[in-house]
T-cell receptor, first 114, second 114 residues
Framework: AQSVTQLGSHVSVSEGALVLLRCNYS??????LFWYVQYPNQGLQLLLKYTSAATLVKGINGFEAEFKKSETSFHLTKPSAHMSDAAEYFC????????????FGQGTTLQVKP | DAGVTQSPTHLIKTRGQHVTLRCSPI?????VSWYQQVLGQGPQFIFQYYEKEERGRGNFPDRFSARQFPNYSSELNVNALLLGDSALYLC?????????????FGPGTRLTVT
């Protein structure tokens, strides 16, 4: 069975500081991994996805994530936080033959302080 | 182009009642998935439909059902509502049912059961 664990339900950074949101996955088959962002009272927006190509994936709004098979991790980073980055972030996993069913982590709330 | 639309935006129901939620996918998308997001948690997969056929079902009771229409829109039905059914219900559409197809999420329907 596949699962996702997001370490830290709440992360607080200062504006301009590095953002690091942690995600570890469990999968017995090669995974497809995703990061989504959810702003208050809105649906989910895809930030980036890993589909077995390059291990360093670049997404929208300056975010990127690195797939590390040995660590079963897919952490999300951004060099410099902006106030507009404050939101809920979800890591998700799926796999081939899974009909695209996404399995989400519990989410991490990112707070950006001025 | 219009994104995924869902209706209603909010609704309040009483325990034991029935509810129908509606979703219109992005034009050209033939697959629709439904997710339940309880407050403070990540979305949980409920159903996926493709070409009017059920392609996947999550771990939800038989009180939950869905269908997809010839125009690819979809309905999610929940019978005998329980307080625990209170959640944000998200619809996602994609070109196809597989893991390589990006899922685009709607804004959700906020269901409150009293």
């Amino acid at each position: 069975a596949q699962s996702v664990t997001q370490l830290g339900s709440h992360v607080s950074v200062s504006e301009g500081a590095l953002v690091l949101l942690r995600c570890n996955y469990s999968s017995s088959v090669p995974p497809y991994l995703f990061w989504y962002v959810q702003y208050p009272n809105q649906g989910l927006q895809l930030l980036l996805k890993y589909t077995s190509a390059a291990t360093l994936v670049k997404g929208i709004n300056g975010f990127e994530a690195e797939f590390k098979k040995s660590e079963t991790s897919f952490h999300l980073t951004k060099p410099s936080a902006h106030m507009s980055d404050a939101a809920e972030y979800f890591c998700a996993v799926t796999s081939s033959g899974n009909t695209g069913k996404l399995i989400f982590g519990q989410g991490t709330t990112l707070q950006v302080k001025p | 182009d219009a994104g995924v639309t869902q209706s209603p935006t909010h609704l309040i129901k009483t325990r034991g009642q029935h509810v129908t939620l509606r979703c219109s996918p992005i034009s050209g998308h033939k697959s629709v998935s439904w997710y339940q997001q309880v407050l403070g948690q990540g979305p949980q997969f409920i159903f996926q439909y493709y070409e009017k056929e059920e392609r996947g079902r999550g771990n939800f009771p038989d009180r939950f059902s869905a269908r997809q229409f010839p125009n690819y829109s979809s309905e999610l039905n929940v019978n005998a509502l329980l307080l625990g059914d209170s959640a944000l219900y998200l619809c996602a559409s994609s070109l196809g049912p597989g893991e390589t197809y990006e899922q685009y999420f709607g804004p959700g329907t906020r269901l409150t059961v009293t």
